[in-house]
C-alpha cells in the first residue's frame, strides 16, 4: 500500500485502474456518423423542434427574452450510464435572461429525446455538442 498523504492509504492499483476506467468511458462518446449512430438518430421524433421549443418555453425563467439561439442537426447525445449511453437529440444554445433580469451569456443545452418525447436535457456532456454544425433556431428567439 502507499500512503498518499493526509493519512490516506490507498492500494496503487485500484487508483490505476479508476483512472483507467474513466478515461475509457470519456472515449466512448462520438458523434460520428457510424451506422450504429444513424440508426439512433433516425428514432428522433419529426416534431423535435416544437418539442425543444416548448420545454424551453416552460422551463426558462424568461422565455420571452431569449435571443442567439441556435440547434444542431439531430445527433447523438450521451445520456450517461444509467439512462442508456446514447439517445437521439439535438444540441441547442441560446443566451437568456435570469431571475435577476440579467442576461446569463450563450449557455448550451443537449436535448435527449426517448419513445418520440424530450426525457433529458442537460449541459452537454464530453464532446457531445462541441463539434456539431450549429444553426439559426429563430423559433427560440424572443416571443414567438
Known amino acids: ?14 487508483v490505476v ?3 483507467s476506467i474513466s478515461v475509457i468511458l470519456s472515449s ?3 458523434t460520428a456518423q457510424t451506422p450504429e449512430n444513424k440508426a439512433v438518430v433516425s428514432q428522433i421524433p419529426n416534431d423535435y423542434k416544437q418539442q425543444t421549443v416548448a420545454y424551453f418555453k416552460k422551463t ?3 422565455p420571452y427574452t431569449v435571443r442567439d439561439a441556435e440547434i444542431t442537426e439531430p445527433t ?9 449511453t446514447t439517445a437521439p437529440g439535438v444540441c441547442v444554445r441560446m ?3 435570469n431571475s435577476f433580469g440579467a442576461y446569463t451569456g450563450v449557455e448550451a443545452f443537449s436535448v435527449a429525446f ?8 442537460n449541459p452537454p456532456l464530453f464532446d457531445t455538442c462541441t463539434k456539431a454544425n450549429w444553426r439559426a433556431f429563430p ?3 424572443g416571443s414567438q
Open 114 to 121: 426517448k419513445s418520440g418525447k424530450i426525457f433529458l436535457v
Open 76 to 84: 447523438v447525445i450521451f445520456v450517461g450510464l444509467v439512462n442508456g
Open 28 to 30: 466512448c462518446q462520438t
Open 139 to 141: 423559433e427560440m428567439n
Open 95 to 97: 443566451n437568456a435572461k
Open 60 to 62: 426558462l425563467k424568461d
Open 17 to 19: 485502474l479508476a483512472v
Open 1 to 14: 500500500m502507499a500512503n498518499l498523504g493526509l493519512g490516506v492509504k490507498m492500494r496503487i492499483p485500484a
